[in-house]
């Protein structure tokens, strides 16, 4: 069977451009490596931008404005443009499918100002706004009978006769076999790479680039690799993130002398940067919300409340948050033109995985949720209407060939370890703050450990859930992307935005 439309991924941008291809009439499948309400979307807790003015005055000039500052000149405008103005009527139809915003004493919906905004901006509900959008879109896909498989994990793409892509292969994660699906287009929604850096991610493991090292393995163009956004405040044990949310409702950034020592609005870039400077004078850093009062924060901020509990044992109602800048997001990503589509005929891009250039050297926040409905509205009607134009295709049989997993039997390293190893060489000297002797020094080890691949691999023999061989494909596809983030960070000589090099 051949599907109009095969999405691979469902978090927020997966599930938006499966609901805007079938409201265009066509076929949808969904393919995912976990579960949908699984997906990092959940993680994006502060809010959504759009200019509706409800809590303070503002335009969307305004907001495109602002995108565009925080960019560092380095988004492109129409883009912007179209994302901002689009904003208004995204909100408006979340609205009507059920997401549940906060509201404003006289029933609009509620907005808060995010760092790098001019204006109160943000609609949120409560502190779980991205984990609401989710939801309420899987809630959508199963009303509108939008098929979706779990636990599929993606190895390639595959391409027809004329090199188009019309397929993919995947591993069945409970079986342990490789599956084929066919499709006259494909959406890659797959997440970013920002758990390449391992512990230092707010991510969960999930986040390791798997759709981007595919599309660069059959030919699709990456963008800006080297842009990868530091979270201010991940609890500092954990890196747990504590939302912009805190310090959009009043939240104090205090070093260990109790001195507050920068705007703690400012662009993520900035305070980021901020902090770091402060750790290497040997100072700790805390988030305060203890003035904001008890009631005021179980009303706005009840998971920020119970994360910090959680996860650093401390009561943000009483105690200081001790906190640090850890990987959040990643701005690089599959580069697609103005209907998301990518230099593969037939392949489409959204979300995370995807460079739509709105973005830039450093995204604004509350605009990944705006970007994943926009674009991944546009990624899946354009896809559909190119999927029912297609006339039918014959598989390359190089194409589809068997995958074959990278494997040894001698087992020399442990790939675990090496993983580690990279992360914590990542955080250290392709981070915050970059040096092209410490890049330099990163790029050499990172090739000598994917040289030694061929005596490593899979210790579990298994072949129904053998999470061993699953954690190894993702280790081989966070190689691909680190060796694309330094190579993108050494040809990026100007410092601007999250690649501050000095």
């Known amino acids: ?111 808060r100002k995010l760092g790098g905004a001019s204006a109160s901006r943000a609609c949120y509900a409560q502190d779980y706004t991205g984990l609401k959008i989710l939801h309420t879109l899987y809630d959508r896909c199963n009303a509108l009978e939008i098929e979706m498989l779990a636990e599929k994990f993606l190895l390639e793409l595959v391409q027809d006769d004329a090199g188009t892509v019309c397929g993919v292969r995947v591993l069945d994660i409970r079986s342990g076999e490789q599956e084929e699906y066919y499709a006259k287009s494909v959406v890659l929604a797959t997440g970013g790479y920002s758990r390449i850096f391992g512990k230092n991610s707010t991510n969960s493991k999930a986040s390791s680039g798997d759709g981007i090292a595919v599309a660069k393995k059959a030919g699709a163009k990456l963008l800006d690799m080297e842009f990868v956004q530091f979270h201010p405040t991940g609890l500092k044990s954990s890196s747990i993130l504590i939302s912009e949310s805190a310090r959009g409702e009043g939240g104090y950034l205090l070093n260990s002398k109790g001195e507050r020592f920068t705007n703690e609005l400012a662009p993520r870039d900035e305070v980021s940067r901020a902090i770091d400077a402060e750790i290497k004078k040997g100072e700790e850093i805390f988030l305060d919300i203890r003035h904001l009062g008890e009631e005021f924060i179980e009303e706005n901020l009840p998971q920020e409340r119970k994360l910090a509990k959680l996860y650093e044992n401390v ?97 020399n390293y442990d790939f675990y370890a090496l993983q580690d190893e990279i992360a914590d060489l990542l955080y250290e000297k392709v981070g915050i703050v970059r040096t092209k002797s410490e890049l330099l020094e990163a790029q050499q080890r990172v090739l000598e450990i994917k040289s030694l691949l061929n005596e490593m691999g899979v210790r579990d023999a298994s072949q129904t859930y053998n999470t061993n061989l699953v954690e190894f494909l993702e280790f081989q596809n966070k190689l691909a992307v680190c060796e694309v983030v330094l190579e993108s960070a050494l040809s990026r000589d100007v410092s601007v935005g999250a690649h501050y090099i000095v």
Request: glycine content about 10%; proline content about 3%; charged content about 20%.
């Open 315 to 411: 009561d943000p109602v009483h105690e200081l948050m001790p906190i640090r800048p850890v990987a959040h997001y990643t701005m690089g990503g599959i580069e697609v033109d103005s209907s998301s589509k990518t230099n593969l005929e037939g392949l489409y891009a959204c979300g995370e995985c995807a460079n739509h250039k709105v973005h830039g050297a450093n995204r604004l926040g509350g605009n990944s949720l705006l970007e994943i409905i926009v674009f991944g509205r546009q990624a899946g009607t354009n896809a559909a209407k190119y999927g029912q134009k297609r006339s039918s295709f014959k598989v390359n049989e190089q194409s589809s060939r068997v995958y074959e997993f990278t494997s040894s039997q001698e087992h």
């Open 1 to 111: 069977m051949i599907t109009d439309v095969l999405i691979v991924g469902a978090g927020g941008a997966g599930l938006m451009a499966a609901i805007a291809a079938k409201e265009e009439g066509a076929n949808v499948l969904v393919l995912t490596k976990e579960y949908p309400t699984r997906s990092q979307t959940c993680m994006a807790q502060g809010g959504m931008n759009a200019a509706l003015g409800n809590v303070s005055e503002d335009s969307v000039e305004a907001h495109i404005q602002n995108t565009l500052k925080s960019a560092h000149g380095l988004a492109d405008e129409s883009a912007v443009r179209f994302m901002c103005e689009e904003a208004p009527k995204a909100v408006e139809w979340l609205d009507s499918i059920g997401v549940c915003f906060s509201r404003t004493p006289d029933a609009k919906v509620a907005q």
